[in-house]
């Protein structure tokens, strides 16, 4: 077997057995990274996984520093990982959970090429809600650069998604304000903005890079556009709401 393949193999045995030490030391770079991420998007999809859309990590200009990248990254949701609006997530269901509040779009047609605008995005909305990612690591202790995160489908878990549809509007998403709950008190606030300077942008940026790779976003896709804030830790037993105002809340909780 090549590294990219078993590099692929041995996150996805991950999922079901134990984190593992980082792969970044394996891996000749990004390139190869998002290799290991398409080999193991194409074996859960030959084991009848169902591709729902698409996630955007790595928004935040901070978290970028921290890694040493200059662009976000992105990585596949599968129709198995959306939680309903007030579900609960058992335990072990993702490794190392971690949840952060974000705005999900969901497009009424495709949207694809390397000139994608904000507007593009806006055009080929249907509507926008607010979203909680629960992040998982299949690397030990979250020990990740991009390499080890890009391979791991970066880091997707699962995706819960408010009931509340409003209009996508380029000049308003940066103005939504968010304050995300854990067990009932406000423990981080942020507002659109901090999406990459609007979540529409996030997700032109998702267009023009899947472009480079051959691919675009689907009608019907849900897109995560990105955090609004930092990712706070999970644990068994944790209820976490998100509070968009006038765009609706999302609500998830952990079992004990």
């Known amino acids: 077997m090549s590294v990219i393949e078993n590099t692929a193999r041995d996150l996805i045995a991950a999922y079901d057995q134990a984190p593992i030490a980082p792969v970044r030391e394996q891996l000749n770079g990004v390139a190869e990274a998002y290799a290991v991420q398409q080999k193991t998007v194409r074996d859960w999809l030959a084991g009848g996984r169902r591709i729902a859309g698409r996630k955007i990590g790595l928004t935040a200009k901070a978290v970028q520093q921290q890694l040493g990248v200059d662009e976000p990254d992105f990585g ?64 030990a202790d979250w020990n990740i650069k991009i390499e080890d995160t890009v391979a791991d489908n970066a880091s997707a878990g699962l995706i819960v998604l408010g009931e509340q549809r409003s209009a996508a509007d380029l000049a308003q998403l940066p103005q939504v304000a968010m304050q995300l709950a854990h067990n009932g008190t406000v423990a981080v606030e942020g507002r659109g903005e901090a999406c990459l300077g609007n979540p529409a942008i996030a997700v032109a940026w998702l267009a023009q890079a899947l472009a480079r790779y051959g691919e675009g976003l689907k009608a019907g896709d849900i897109v995560m556009s990105g955090a609004l804030a930092r990712m ?13 105002g006038a765009f609706g809340s999302v609500k998830v909780s952990f079992a004990g």
């Not at 309903?84 to 047609?109: D, M, N, S, Y």
């Not at 706070?232 to 968009?244: I, K």
């Open 232 to 244: 706070l830790p999970a644990s068994p037993g944790d209820v976490f709401e998100g509070d968009f």
């Open 76 to 139: 596949t949701i599968f129709a198995d990982m959306v939680v309903p609006h007030g579900g609960e997530v058992a335990k072990g269901t993702v490794q190392q959970p971690r949840i952060e509040a974000e705005i999900a779009f969901v497009l009424k047609r495709d949207l694809s090429g390397a000139q994608v605008t904000a507007e593009d995005v806006i055009a080929a909305t249907d509507y926008v809600c607010p979203a909680l990612e629960i992040c998982g690591s299949r690397i």
